[in-house]
Structure formats: C-alpha cells, structure tokens
C-alpha cells in the first residue's frame, strides 16, 4: 500500500512497539514513537483519498512545515501497534503555517498525547542539524522509573555514571549517558521544552516518577539504548536484592572502555 521505505518504517515501528509490550514497558497506552518520514513521504502515503483535519498544534513548529511523521495513536495499545500498525498508527502532514497538522493515512487515529514533545524534539533535531536522527520514542521501563524515585539519582549524570558502571555495554552503547527531566504534567509544552534542553548532551532522558524517551536513527536504535540502560538497572536491582551494594566498574576501567571504543 506504501512504498517501500514508508513500508519499513511501519514494520520497524511495529516490531519495536512489540518489544515494548513483551518488556512489560507498555502498560495499557504506556509510551509512543514518532518516525520522521519526510523524505520517503508521496502519494501512497493518501491513497485513501481522505485527510483528517487541520488540528491546531499548540505552537509553531517552525521546521517542520511541510514534513510528514508516522506517529503511534493516542489511547492505542502498543501490543496491538506490533500486530495491526496501520490501526493503531497514522501519518501526519503538518501544514504550511507550521502551526496544524493533517491526518493523511486514511483512518482518523488521533496522535499520541505526547504529540507536543515529539513535535518540538524533532523540530530540535532538524535545527541542529541531526537529520539522520529520525525516530523519537517514550516508554515506561519500570526499574529506570523505580531508580528516578530516589532524589540522590536526579542530581546531574548520577543515575548514568552509575548505570554506566554496572556493565561495560552500557559505557560503549550509552556513550553519552543519561539526562534527567525533573517531573513535568505528561503531553505538557513544559515537559516538551525541559526534555529539549537535555537533548543537547543526551540521547536518552528520564521523565522523573514517569518514564524514558530516547532520540535514534530509527526505532531500533532508540529502543537498544533504553534497553542497555534497563540490563544496568537489572544488575543493580539484583546486587540490592542480594543484600549489597554493587562495588561497579572503577572510573579507571570506565575510561579504558572510552579510550578502547573511542566514545
Ligand atoms: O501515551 O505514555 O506519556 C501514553 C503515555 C503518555
Ligand atoms: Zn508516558
């Protein structure tokens, strides 16, 4: 029905989304991801014929007139997103005026409530130039949750040095750690602006007592950094469990990981 490259982004949204759900990360309509289709986007994307909208978007998204967007539907359940994509997803257009979107996949599948957060980090990422940098997705992975519960993990690059430390994967496949976004009302413009503000730094940021959000070339990569973090949260989870305190990797080894993978 699509052409091939939006026919991948679909699959590949679908097979993450299945990730989530068998991670337990995805409780009823627990998280959502946005894919900038922009550059594959034509005529097969409105076969259907019909559009949906114009929607008024809550501020201008100066860089993003024009552009296209694959987006998980709000209220929809991501188990069903990996079984019937194009039910619980749709694409987006958004208008000239950079300020309304159209719905222009055929069903009328309103975006996630975390429409103004995607929006603005995608409109960031084109404004620094990260164009390759086309996916966005939220999640709910209970033990980074758990962690950002305690208010000594909040203070800056504490939760990532330690997640860092806990196994030598998350050094190399993490490498710029993890930002924190003090907690924010969720589909919140706030909560978009204060997630930008780390994404400078950091890939992937905790929404403090809510969930993580990581930025990746397509839903793969996003989905495996939160899921190297989440092995760390693991490890350090089990040690406590275990009734110690895990001693975790030396700074010294950390840095021989950098210097090894030149991160
Ligand atoms: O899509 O996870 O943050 C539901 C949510 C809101
Ligand atoms: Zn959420």
Avoid at 118 to 140: D, Q
Avoid at 204 to 210: C, F, L, Q, S, T
Avoid at 226 to 253: H, V
Wanted: charged content about 25%; hydrophobic content about 40%.
């Amino acid at each position: 029905m699509y052409n091939e490259e939006i026919e991948r982004a679909i699959a590949r949204m679908a097979e993450v989304a299945g990730y989530l759900w068998q991670r337990g990360w995805a409780e009823r309509n627990g998280g959502n991801i946005s894919c900038d289709i922009t550059e594959w986007a034509d005529d097969s994307m409105t076969q259907s014929g019909s559009s949906y909208g114009p929607f008024a978007l809550g501020r201008c998204v100066d860089r993003l007139r024009g552009a296209s967007f694959l987006v998980t539907g709000t209220n929809r359940r991501m188990r069903y997103v990996a079984s019937a994509p194009m039910e619980n997803a749709s694409i987006i257009r958004i208008g000239d005026d950079g300020l309304s979107y159209r719905i222009v996949s055929g069903e009328p599948i309103r975006p996630t409530s975390e429409l103004p957060a995607h929006l603005a980090i995608h409109n960031y990422l084109r404004s620094v130039g990260r164009t390759r940098v086309r996916t966005v997705l939220h999640t709910h992975p209970t033990d980074l949750i758990a962690m950002t519960h305690n208010p000594a993990f909040l203070q800056k690059d504490r939760l990532g040095t330690l997640l860092w430390s806990m196994i030598p994967e998350t050094r190399a496949f993490c490498p710029k750690g993890l930002g924190i976004v003090p907690y924010e009302l969720p589909g919140s413009e706030r909560l978009a602006d204060r997630t930008i503000e780390q994404l400078g730094d950091y890939d992937v940021v905790m929404w403090e007592k809510h969930g993580a959000l990581a930025v990746g070339e397509d839903p793969v990569e996003a989905f495996d950094m939160i899921d190297t973090l989440s092995k760390s949260a693991q490890i350090y989870l089990t040690a406590r469990a275990m009734g110690f305190e895990p001693a975790g990797m030396t700074a010294g080894q950390m840095d021989e990981m950098k210097e090894a993978f030149g991160l």
